[in-house]
T-cell receptor
Framework: EAGVVQSPRYKIIEKKQPVAFWCNPI?????LYWYLQNLGQGPELLIR????????DSQLPKDRFSAERLKGVDSTLKIQPAELGDSAVYLC???????????FGPGTRLTVL | AQSVTQPDIHITVSEGASLELRCNYS??????LFWYVQSPGQGLQLLLK??????LVQGIKGFEAEFKRSQSSFNLRKPSVHWSDAAEYFC?????????????FGKGTKLSVKP
């Protein structure tokens, strides 16, 4: 069984530029999560999807962050415009609906210069 | 709001020695508790979880954890550490309770292993 796939693994951009991260969850996992992990910190939830519906986006900074999961499978997280403080690792995770066990991807490390 | 505290930022143990990583969670209805491990450049891997029942939980890679409601703790243990256990360990609990899946993570404990 393939794990959660994320791309790119690394991204370096200048501030004010847009950036997008892509996630492909484990097949059959209807629940998808995006987390932000700052250096030296634990992951913090940004958004949770059940199929194509964002059921919890209360932690997503909506002025510059957006996410979509149009067909209920792959998901994209976007930042526009990026700020220096957005430098972090962005993790995607998936799980079966109603199952607390989340499977994490390797993350995308974003550096904003 | 729910919270998870890992008091130790960094721990160093000798290979073959025993290990205990501490985790305290904020009080709430029966928590769903987890321990994850993260190796450099990798995603998080679930070591073990506790939902209910036996308070001593066995996980992968020889790890175990004990749920103590009276102390609001869920400490991770391993009797004999291997060099490959060097990584960062995160304790987590459910945010809302039940099976909704949102997790609150501690800040992590980095484990170094001396030869």
């Amino acid at each position: 069984e393939a794990g959660v796939v994320q791309s790119p693994r690394y991204k370096i951009i200048e501030k004010k530029q847009p950036v997008a991260f892509w996630c492909n969850p484990i097949s059959g996992h209807n629940t998808l999560y995006w987390y932000l992990q700052n250096l030296g910190q634990g992951p913090e939830l940004l958004i949770r999807y059940e199929n194509e519906e964002a059921v919890d986006d209360s932690q997503l900074p909506k002025d510059r962050f957006s996410a979509e999961r149009l067909k209920g499978v792959d998901s994209t997280l976007k930042i526009q415009p990026a700020e220096l403080g957005d430098s972090a690792v962005y993790l995607c995770a998936s799980s079966r609906t109603g199952d607390n066990e989340q499977f994490f991807g390797p993350g995308t490390r974003l550096t904003v210069l | 709001a729910q919270s998870v505290t890992q008091p130790d930022i960094h721990i160093t143990v000798s290979e073959g020695a025993s290990l205990e990583l501490r985790c305290n969670y904020s009080y709430g209805a029966t928590p769903y508790l987890f321990w994850y491990v993260q190796s450099p450049g990798q995603g998080l891997q679930l070591l073990l979880k506790y939902f209910s029942g036996d308070t001593l939980v066995q996980g992968i890679k020889g790890f175990e954890a004990e749920f103590k409601r009276s102390q609001s703790s869920f400490n991770l243990r391993k009797p004999s550490v291997h060099w490959s256990d060097a990584a960062e360990y995160f304790c987590a609990r459910d945010q809302y309770g039940g099976s909704q899946g949102n997790l609150i993570f501690g800040k992590g404990t980095k484990l170094s292993v001396k030869p």
